[in-house]
């Protein structure tokens, strides 16, 4: 199967082709790591386009289009499943929605990983897996509670993911581990995706939803 990924629910634009041969061709933004403010209506199409270049690969010969649908931020939600379906519908491809979370975990070679992506407001989008398991479901809640419920799983994980880096301080101090800053790890891999989405039934693309986990900040009066 030839697989296009995707991912926005961080401020990283990722962007994968995975060959039926097993061969990845990524391409992505660096907005996570030179903590510009995240450009994914500019990035991503750009990132898809070189991803099917280098991949040697066009749209007629994809089989499915993956997209990660977080939890994460709201425009960059919007953004990545606008794309993917369009796509889709454009070419007549599947969609497989894959959740960001597990797509970051699964950068983990942890036995148990905490997937942990800032989701603002002082909260954290997280999750935890054991292995690809997923033990905790992913939710939005302020680091005190995620700590909480980790405690609660009586798990040892290694937190993973641009959330575990803001709240590094808090999560050492209540004995949770936390990736290297700067390390491939905490960032969401469209690859990672592409992966997942070999295990995820195609939906049709109209029944593709952003998993927001919480109310946006602006309500409509």
Same mark, same amino acid.
């Given at each position: 199967m030839n697989l296009l990924g995707i991912d926005t629910s961080t401020a990283l634009s990722s962007a994968c082709v995975l060959r039926d041969d097993g061969q990845a061709f990524e391409a992505g933004s660096p907005a996570h790591e030179s903590g510009q403010r995240p450009g994914h209506a500019r990035d991503l199409? %750009?990132?898809?386009?070189?991803?099917?270049?280098?991949?040697?690969? $066009?749209?007629?010969?994809?089989?499915?289009?993956? /997209?990660?649908?977080? %939890?994460?931020?709201?425009?960059?939600? !919007?953004?990545?499943?606008?794309?993917? !379906?369009? +796509? @889709?519908?454009?070419? $007549?491809?599947?969609?497989? %929605?894959?959740?960001?979370?597990? @797509?970051l975990a699964a950068g983990s070679?942890? %036995? /148990?990983?905490?997937?942990?992506?800032?989701? !603002?407001? $002082?909260?954290?989008?997280?999750a935890l897996f054991e292995g690809p398991?997923?033990? +905790?479901a992913p939710f939005a809640a302020a680091p005190a509670e995620v700590i909480r419920r980790v405690a609660e799983s009586g798990l040892d994980p290694l937190a993973v993911g641009d959330g575990s880096v803001r709240f590094a301080d808090e999560l050492w101090t209540a004995g949770i581990a936390v990736a290297q800053s700067g390390a491939a790890v905490h960032a969401v891999r469209a690859l990672s995706v592409c992966r997942l989405a070999t295990a995820v039934a195609p939906q049709p693309p109209a029944a593709v939803l952003p998993d927001y986990q919480r109310p946006p900040d602006a309500m409509p009066r």
């Open positions: 199409l %750009p990132g898809v386009a070189a991803a099917l270049e280098r991949s040697g690969l $066009g749209f007629p010969a994809l089989d499915a289009v993956a /997209v990660g649908v977080g %939890p994460g931020g709201f425009t960059g939600l !919007r953004v990545g499943l606008a794309t993917a !379906r369009g +796509i @889709a519908y454009a070419h $007549g491809l599947e969609l497989r %929605p894959v959740s960001s979370l597990a @797509a070679h942890a %036995p /148990v990983t905490l997937a942990l992506t800032d989701a !603002r407001r $002082g909260e954290l989008y997280a398991e997923q033990r +905790i």
